[in-house]
């Protein structure tokens, strides 16, 4: 009971945690890379981290099934969860964007068809502009939407573009840009204080 | 066409016999904290003018409550907060009251969740408004009573966090930020992100010392004397000065109610900061991952509704309680059950029934069945439904069985009341 759970969606934003815990002194026993756990305990520390999609990492969190989670800004901007947003971990960095085939122009005379892995980003992006849209909410491989003439444009992350670059789309507009975070449940923040505070003092120092 | 007949809505459920009771025993001592106060019960209707939650500023945002509409076409919601509608009866009915107002009340409320998360549409919900008196000692009695609802209940591993409206909208005010830039601020903070918060003040062209204070607020959390008086320095105009000394008060006040351990302070809590006016708190319980008791000052509340009265309360999640206290297993396994049943065949019915009038009389549980040649059916209804006695009637005797021990002995119908009377002390709790 007394376990601090850390909730880390598999991948590259998981590996850098793992080694960002070790920097801080938190090992753990079983070579995540390797096993295919979903569990890693550090006795000693009573700390448990748990493998959960990382789109999921935000509710774990919020719902206090985890303590605290590392999760993409674009997954927290979706998901809109109620948590303490503690750090910029500065690592996983890329962007929103608006990407459209090249030499597309918005028409005003109807509705913009926007593709994309994350509807409530995109329709508060484009409500903020007072552009009227359609979602159509995908759940992979986005680019390919414009290009088959699924939708006019795409919202999606962007990392270096190449991908959007060889699939002969281009960035239209920036919408923000996006980095790992630490985020911590409210109550555990306030219930698990020592903990809780020894972990992001810790991830701080390493950071700075 | 899928026929939902058998199932549900999200969000609802029903509540069954044992935990129904366990339900009712918690809301009943919580009451009863209440009433010992001078808290009286009330209860506003199950559905209201959607208008009465839409004109005036609340906490709760409108996609999240229920409507429907009625045949003169006028838009109806589903109860989706107490306090509001306590507002608006005390606004038409008590206009002309010079006393305080001391309310309390124990109802489900609706709210809407369109994601699937988890979240209850329906719940209990048990609190108190305490309207009429602005003294931090009706803030600090509040807030003591949130306390000793939780106690009483066995729970002591908890915390209520103390905030203050006023020292953030103070701060605000002082600074020159516009309302628009202002509410993204406050999201920030309420969110401790540091980091966007810097960012998004670097660029304000505003005093370099309120930029420093803004940065500091998340971090204002702790222990209340350190962090009372680490947000002195602060203090820029008389709104935060009142608001800190306000705080301060109720805190002492607080520690006169001998439960300071229990008390921490957040500065750096603001949310709905357009409602709440002055000390605002949540309840956390150790290890549960949700604030059970939300509240505070909101003197503003009634003034919409042209009648100005001061006022503060607090509202206690039932389900998340019952959430906790099945964690902590702080509540017994409750299952219902029975005394006696007693079994009569037709001709000696009206003894049957005589007995079990009286049996109730003396406070045991009853149930009354015609027997049905064979005793087995009978015992395992006795089984299923946890009965502890069957009383069967033959004649001026009573053969007795006890369902535990599966002990079958025989009486007269006053030894057996004689004993019943023995046993009375004992019955089970009803």
Redesign the interface.
Known sequence: MDYLNIALGKGRLADRTFALLEQIGINFEDDHTKSRKLIFLNKEEKIRIIFVKASDVAIYVEQGAADMGVVGKDTLLEAQASVYEIMDLGFGKCKFAVAAPKNFTIKSDRKLKVATKYPNVSKKFFRKKGNPIEIIKLNGSVELAPIIGLSDVIVDIVETGTTLKENGLEVIEDICSVSARLIVNKASFKTKTNKVHQIIRGLKECIE | MVRLNHFIPQGVEDTHCNEYEIKENTITKIKNIFKSFGYRQILTPTFEYYDLFSAVEGTIHKDEMFKFIDSSGKILVLRPDVTTPIARMVATNYKESFGYLKFSYATNIFRINDEQ??KKREFTQTGIEYLGNEKPDSDAEVVALAIKSLISLGIND??I?LGQAGYFRGLMEASGIQRNQQEQIRRLIE??????LKAKLDPLNIDEFFKNAILEIPYL??EPERIIKEAQKFICNEEMERSLENLKCVYHILKEYNYEKYI?V?LGMIHHIDYYTGVIFKG????????VISGGRYDNLTKQYGCFMPATGFGLNIDSLLEVLNMYKINKEFVCSTDYLILYEEANRKKGLKLALQLRDKGFIVETDLYEQNIKPHIQNANDRNIKEIVQISGERLKRIDIRSNKVFTNTFAQFLKQADTVEIFASIH
């Open positions: 998360n988890g908890f915390q966090d969110e401790k992100n540091f980091a966007e959390y702790g921490s957040d956390y319980v150790n290890h549960y991952g949700k604030a």
